[in-house]
């Protein structure tokens, strides 16, 4: 059993045309960064269930998606995190950590305390989700997501619809979380800084293609390795260059 | 008096309690559904806003009637009329008050927008599930407002239940049809005993639906 995530998406919704090929690596966030309208958010739907293109999706070894079968969203074992606010208006903050939950056969206590301590959740439990701040919303958000029980976290530009102080007060918890999960994790953003805080691998997005981004995934591998000074050595001749650093090495 | 009333009541909290579950899938599809026609149907659903309900009436008296393509399957169940009968005056303020249910529900589904069934279905909710624990819940006050609507509407009504009612005691004969019998007979002093009743009803109903509409404002999330 290969771990890990593979997809690979071809088709066309409405005039808009997705062809995208990728991997999500087993323990790893990898981040998707790329203009509006590139078609992240209907990657994300289409990993999801939400949405079916036609294509393949592989995860863990397990077939979501091929020529015959569609697991519809509500059979994937998936955590998605919208972009604005989405808990359940209905529904107190615990009501909404409950509901997936108790529809993926429960969580432990020792679970649901784990989750709660991570992010925070426990001065929250007992709100109404309408007086929760922007950043406690997606961190309930997230919650639920995680308890749940993914196998695959979706996080569709989660930061977005915050201010910068409820950004900088909820990256921390990411971090944490980065930390603590061992799941394949997509992380949509457009912000420079989310990416290089949270991403291990960052793949970029074009007219509906993953295509070799300003911060390509073997670059980053090639560059991990080396020591600050031989990176600067490189970006220096590159620059002198004319060249990218890759491209040179 | 009491048999009266208690027929009436007795009509609006039947076409209430069905006409509520019958509206609920229409509304849904009219709210969900990607059909072009839907508009049509929505057309038709609410044309009962517009005829007369002598109209109405009348082609209600004429699907009831024994014989019709509506009455000829039900003869083997002995029923051969369902005019002059209080489960044809059901029927009827079903027909006639469909739109009062079916607008509300539809908008409350519709505000409601996309996302929270794509969040339940992404907690592994079905569909099914997710209709019942999120969507329902969710439009509580399209529920509501109809719920009052119709039951109010139904109270209300008088010429459809003119036209197939016949005006039985205890069977068919409600309200305000009582009023129309009482003034035509010049007994005033009960007409308005019955007319004064309605209109303090009516304004209860009005006062609770602007009461539901500013809870409804004061708890929308920012």
Known sequence: ???????????????????????????????????????????????????????????????????????????????????????????????????????????????????????????????????????????????????????????????????????????????????????????????????????????????????????RPDEAAALAGLSPQDRDALALAALRAGLSPASHA | MGEVVWTTIRLAAFTTVLLLILATPVAWWLARGRAWWKEVIAAVLTLPIILPPTVLGFYLLIAFAPGSPLMEPLKPFGVRTLAFSFEGLVIASIVYSLPFAVQPIRSAFEAMGERPMEVAATLRASPLDAFFTVALPMARRGFLAAAILVFAHTIGEFGVVLMIGGSIPGETEVISIRIYQLVESLRFDEAHKLAAGLVAFAFGVMLAMLLLDRGAERRRPL
């Not at chain 1, 308890?147 to 979706?154: M, T, Y």
């Not at chain 1, 290089?196 to 970029?204: G, N």
Request: charged share 25%; aromatic share 4%.
């Open chain 1, 1 to 215: 059993m290969s771990e890990g995530v593979d997809v690979r998406f071809a088709g066309a919704v409405g005039g808009f045309r997705l062809e995208a090929e990728l991997r999500l690596a087993p323990r790893a966030i990898t981040g998707l960064s790329g203009p509006s309208g590139s078609g992240k958010t209907t990657l994300i739907r289409c990993l999801a269930g939400l949405m079916r293109l036609p294509g393949r999706m592989v995860v863990d070894g397990d077939v979501w998606q091929d020529e015959r079968r569609f697991r519809p969203a509500h059979r994937r074992p998936v955590g998605v995190v919208f972009q604005e606010a989405s808990l359940l208006p209905h529904l107190s903050v615990r009501g909404n950590l409950d509901y997936g939950a108790r529809r993926a056969g429960g969580v432990s206590a020792e679970a649901l305390a784990e989750v709660v301590e991570l992010l925070g959740l426990g001065p929250l439990m007992g709100r109404g989700v309408a007086r929760l701040s922007g950043g406690e919303r997606q961190r309930v958000a997230l919650g639920r997501a995680l308890l749940s029980r993914p196998r695959l976290l979706l996080m569709d530009e989660p930061l977005s619809s915050l201010d910068a102080a409820s950004k900088a007060e909820i990256i921390p918890y990411l971090e944490r979380l980065h930390r603590a999960l061992a799941m394949p994790m997509l992380y949509v953003t457009h912000d420079r800084r989310e990416l290089d805080r949270l991403a291990d691998v960052v793949l970029h997005m074009q007219a509906g293609r993953i295509v070799p981004g300003p911060e």
